[in-house]
């Protein structure tokens, strides 16, 4: 198998292809590459590329699977460009290639347009610039940097680093409550909403988390400002999860006696606040999944999911949070005509959009993930 993608078919007829033979083809190479191959569909991705996936999951739930699998060789992450990287991460680990004689898992993420806005709202430069700055006023030895998994392979690098650490959304207080034995504050990245409404749920107030904005001097911020700081956010957000608002949790409790309210912590803090319920994606499932046939749901979450849940739930009432349709646009980007066109290369001996996180960075990630999973 080649490992660099130097005569790929051409991806353009692919589009053009219909569902139907685009499936097929899919699934005959499947066939063909039987348990060296593991499609993993994240829980946002649409219906018809969730159909031809082995796993479905949370990134990290995905990445993890994939990385237990011995047979597997070629993970195809029907996901978003960080998701892929941290498959490459655990997946290829040392202790992982050892397992396999040294031979390596290739990732492929078959769009390389899907990648995350709120990942990319940080980028390194100004993470490091941001801790350059901070440098000026407070003690950095002090400072913990937290980010969230949702953020480039070289963030969690630089955590790991600095004695920070990676989060989840289902892990964030107990992240948050581990950084605060190793230091006085947190730097939390990419996403402000998910940092804030884990922090006040900890007693931490709004005045004690200023955001900091990459794009101004010293952040925008005052040196009094960082000094009472307990944790600093980043001025991060998921385009999708920022567009709920507090006038959609209105509309839906007037409308709809008894709803109950059920959201991710992405979402800005005066929706969290009304919220019956928040919780990661994996809670949002269970939380359905649990519930009495005739109950009532207005979710604030990704369409696709929220979609499939009503699908699953047919004995419960399930709404989408928002009168307008939102969903990740980036991760919708993989269709079947992408899947189809990065397999048959595949199956051709050709890696395309091979994600390879470079070997320092990988390790440096590693570590940051690493304390995420053994931490206590
Ligand atoms: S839903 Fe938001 S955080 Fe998740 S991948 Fe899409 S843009 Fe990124």
């Not at 937290?146 to 892990?171: E, P, R």
Request: proline letters at 4%; glycine letters at 6%.
């Amino acid at each position: 198998m080649k490992t660099v993608s130097d005569q790929p078919l051409d991806l353009q007829p692919y589009k053009s292809v219909d569902n139907e033979t685009l499936s097929r083809r899919i699934e005959a190479v499947r066939q063909e590459l039987g348990s060296k191959l593991l499609i993993l569909g994240h829980h946002y991705q649409q219906d018809e590329v969730i159909e031809h996936s082995d796993l479905r999951g949370d990134s990290l739930q995905l990445s993890q699977m994939a990385a237990e699998s011995g047979d597997c060789r070629y993970i195809v992450f029907c996901g978003v460009h960080f998701m892929a990287e941290t498959a490459d991460i655990l997946a290829n680990g040392p202790e992982k290639l050892a397992e396999r004689g040294g031979e390596r898992v290739a990732v492929i993420l078959p769009d390389l347009a899907a990648g995350c806005s709120m990942a990319d709202m940080a980028a390194i430069q100004q993470v490091e610039d941001a801790w350059e700055d901070l440098g000026e006023w407070i003690d950095t030895e002090r400072v913990v940097p937290v980010t969230y998994i949702n953020s480039a392979a070289n963030l969690k690098a630089f955590c790991a680093k600095h004695g920070g650490i990676v989060c989840t959304s289902s892990n964030a207080s107990a992240v948050l409550e581990w950084a605060f034995r190793q230091g006085d504050r947190v730097l939390f990245f990419p996403d402000q909403h998910l940092g804030r409404n884990t922090a006040l749920k900890m007693g931490i107030t709004n005045d004690r988390m200023p955001v900091w904005n990459p794009h101004e001097e010293q952040g925008g911020l005052t040196e009094g400002q960082v000094r009472n700081s307990k944790v600093v956010l980043w001025q991060g957000h998921c385009s999708v999860h920022q567009m709920f608002s507090p006038e959609h949790v209105r509309m839906f409790r007037e409308q709809h006696e008894g709803i109950k309210i059920l959201v991710h912590p992405e979402c800005p803090q005066e929706v969290n606040d009304l919220a019956d319920i928040s919780g990661s994606t994996g809670k949002i499932i269970n939380t359905v999944r649990q519930a009495k046939p005739g109950t009532k749901w207005a979710i604030g979450t990704e369409l696709h999911l929220v979609n499939r849940l009503k699908k699953e739930h047919p004995e419960q009432e399930i709404h989408f949070l928002s009168p307008v349709v939102c969903m990740c646009a980036t991760m919708y980007r993989i269709d079947l005509a992408h899947l189809c066109w990065s397999l048959e290369n595949l199956a051709a001996g050709t890696i395309v959009n091979h994600i390879d996180v470079d070997a320092e960075v990988a390790e440096w990630s590693r570590i940051a993930l690493q304390r995420m999973l053994e931490m206590r």
